[in-house]
């Protein structure tokens, strides 16, 4: 397939690709709106509910297929996928922005997560505790939910669903899915590896549409769980919808993450990692950087350091090999993000770097670095899901560390210090759900528990063994001899 053709959008339902009968859907490049990457019909209503009906029919056999047999399919779409990485890389780099580079790795990351899920069986399986009665033990068993809906962002096409559809799978749950309606294609390649691997029909079903079809997974009656990746404000939504329909939801939302640099840092090293932090991805990752504290004795060192290497930073077509940096995921997202700058510099924040984006089109937006008074603004509460650094400055390090707490949210921190001792204050102080130490705020591993603390997520967190804790519940068996 050449770089120029309009791939044909379809939904996924009981095993069969079908034409949706919704409005159509064209997903353009945004580096080049022009460009249709893909398109098609979108999923109505009624094609939520056969899909929800083919999860439900098919529930009770993928439940009693052996946890072996379920990590098989994973283990082989993982394969195709890797086999894929070089095409749908691109294919993600045009369709969302990110550049080939990080869209391949993207595509790499989501066969790394089903290979890893392949794995499960050999794993932990359920407990065994003591009874206080002769002849007695107390088993603690794991049993799949039944259906799940899975809703998830536009900014990791590939890896969130595979981290949210891998777990859901493997232990034993069938899946209604609906991604972002901005990066459908590279949904559908997620569900063509696992038709192509052979899952049985109905176990995951894929329609693309508008938010209107969440609502209608949320609010549907066969649906016994919700895992949603994105906005707070949507996540807050479907978690007091689910709340009312007594469905338990898993929601990862929103991020205004911090990196700190202490006096004692390695400032080469810290200044690399703060702008992979903030900028890789376009700053389109709910860890991101978006906040950066600095200890007033190296401030104007560190941004002097960071905006010479910015000055090297490119921005453009992220199909072209020697780019940094690409597009934002749509013309409205720049336009909401360069508004958020403006109200910024209104209410007092000083512009110390901006990049070039002349000639480049509507959806880029120049990395930015904003340092900003002390007193309220914007640009230090709001998720603007940009290149845009704020940064302020702190005399200490317990001020470094408040300011790092200074938010509603507590997704993620980066800290760099070479004493061990504030590594510890660190870890007791700063209050989220993922701590780096001397590395950049973005990145997660898939045997460890991902999610955020305060109101950056809901429901027990994602990946590693906190997985099974959402995609699961325990039955406690009380095990007598006659």
Same mark, same amino acid.
């Given at each position: 397939m050449t770089h120029t053709e309009t791939v044909q959008l379809r939904l996924l339902i009981n095993g069969q690709w079908a034409q949706g009968a919704g409005k159509e859907l064209a997903s353009s490049s945004p580096a080049d709106p022009e460009k249709v990457v893909a398109s098609g019909g979108t999923a109505t209503v009624e094609d939520v509910d056969a899909a929800m009906d083919a999860a439900r029919t098919a529930a009770a056999n993928w439940a009693a297929t052996p946890m072996a047999e379920r990590g098989a399919y994973l283990a082989r779409a993982a394969g195709i996928i890797t086999a894929n990485a070089d095409a749908w890389g691109s294919e993600l780099a045009r369709e969302e922005g990110k550049t080939f580079a990080e869209g391949r790795g993207e595509v790499l990351r989501a066969a790394q997560i089903l290979t890893y899920y392949s794995a499960e069986s050999d794993r932990?399986?359920?407990?065994?505790?003591?009874?206080?009665?002769?002849?007695?033990?107390?088993?603690?068993?794991?049993?799949?939910?039944?259906?799940?809906?899975?809703?998830?962002?536009?900014?990791?096409?590939?890896?969130?669903?595979?981290?949210?559809?891998?777990?859901?799978?493997?232990?034993?749950?069938?899946?209604?899915w609906k991604p972002a309606s901005t990066v459908p294609l590279l949904a559908m390649r997620l569900a063509q590896a696992l038709v192509q691997a052979g899952l049985p029909d109905g176990v995951m079903n894929l329609v693309i549409g508008p938010g209107a079809l969440g609502d209608r997974i949320v609010n549907h009656p066969d649906l016994d769980g919700l895992t949603f990746t994105g906005s707070t404000r949507v996540g807050r939504k479907l978690a007091a919808t689910a709340a009312e329909a007594g469905v338990p939801i898993q929601a990862e939302m929103g991020g205004k993450n911090a990196s700190v640099v202490l006096e004692d840092a390695d400032l080469e090293l810290a200044v690399e990692q703060v702008l992979f932090?903030?900028? $890789?991805?376009?700053?389109?990752?709910?860890?991101?950087?978006?906040?950066?504290?600095?200890?007033?004795?190296?401030?104007?060192?560190?941004?002097?350091?960071?905006?010479?290497?910015?000055?090297?930073?490119?921005?453009?077509?992220?199909?072209?090999?020697?780019?940094?940096?690409?597009?934002?995921?749509?013309?409205?997202?720049?336009?909401?993000?360069?508004?958020?700058?403006?109200?910024?510099?209104?209410?007092?924040?000083?512009?110390?770097?901006?990049?070039?984006?002349?000639?480049?089109?509507?959806?880029?937006?120049?990395?930015?670095?904003?340092?900003?008074?002390?007193?309220?603004?914007?640009?230090? $509460?709001?998720?603007?899901?940009?290149?845009?650094?704020?940064?302020?400055?702190?005399?200490?390090?317990?001020?470094?560390?408040?300011?790092?707490?200074?938010?509603?949210?507590?997704?993620?921190?980066?800290?760099?210090?070479?004493?061990?001792?504030?590594?510890?204050?660190?870890?007791?102080?700063?209050?989220?759900?993922?701590?780096?130490?001397?590395?950049?705020?973005?990145?997660?591993?898939?045997?460890?528990?991902?999610?955020?603390?305060?109101?950056?997520?809901?429901?027990?967190?994602?990946?590693?063994?906190?997985?099974?804790?959402?995609?699961?519940?325990?039955?406690?068996?009380?095990?007598?001899?006659?």
């Open positions: 932990l399986a359920g407990e065994v505790f003591s009874s206080p009665r002769r002849g007695e033990r107390i088993l603690v068993t794991r049993k799949p939910l039944g259906v799940l809906g899975v809703i998830t962002p536009f900014n990791f096409p590939i890896a969130i669903p595979a981290w949210k559809i891998a777990p859901a799978l493997v232990f034993g749950n069938t899946v209604v932090g903030a900028f $890789r991805s376009t700053g389109q990752k709910c860890t991101a950087t978006s906040r950066l504290i600095l200890q007033e004795s190296i401030a104007e060192v560190f941004l002097t350091r960071l905006r010479e290497r910015l000055s090297e930073w490119k921005t453009g077509d992220p199909t072209d090999p020697s780019v940094h940096m690409g597009p934002v995921v749509s013309v409205s997202a720049a336009e909401e993000i360069r508004a958020g700058i403006a109200a910024s510099i209104t209410a007092g924040a000083t512009v110390r770097f901006e990049g070039d984006v002349v000639g480049l089109g509507d959806a880029f937006v120049a990395p930015t670095v904003l340092e900003l008074p002390t007193g309220e603004n914007n640009a230090w $509460r709001d998720e603007f899901f940009g290149p845009v650094l704020a940064v302020r400055r702190a005399a200490s390090t317990a001020e470094a560390f408040a300011l790092a707490n200074d938010s509603a949210y507590g997704l993620s921190c980066a800290v760099f210090t070479q004493d061990l001792s504030k590594v510890l204050e660190a870890m007791e102080t700063i209050d989220v759900g993922i701590l780096h130490v001397n590395s950049e705020s973005a990145g997660a591993d898939p045997h460890v528990p991902f999610g955020g603390a305060k109101k950056s997520g809901y429901g027990p967190k994602e990946q590693g063994g906190a997985a099974k804790e959402f995609f699961t519940h325990t039955t406690t068996v009380y095990l007598r001899g006659a």
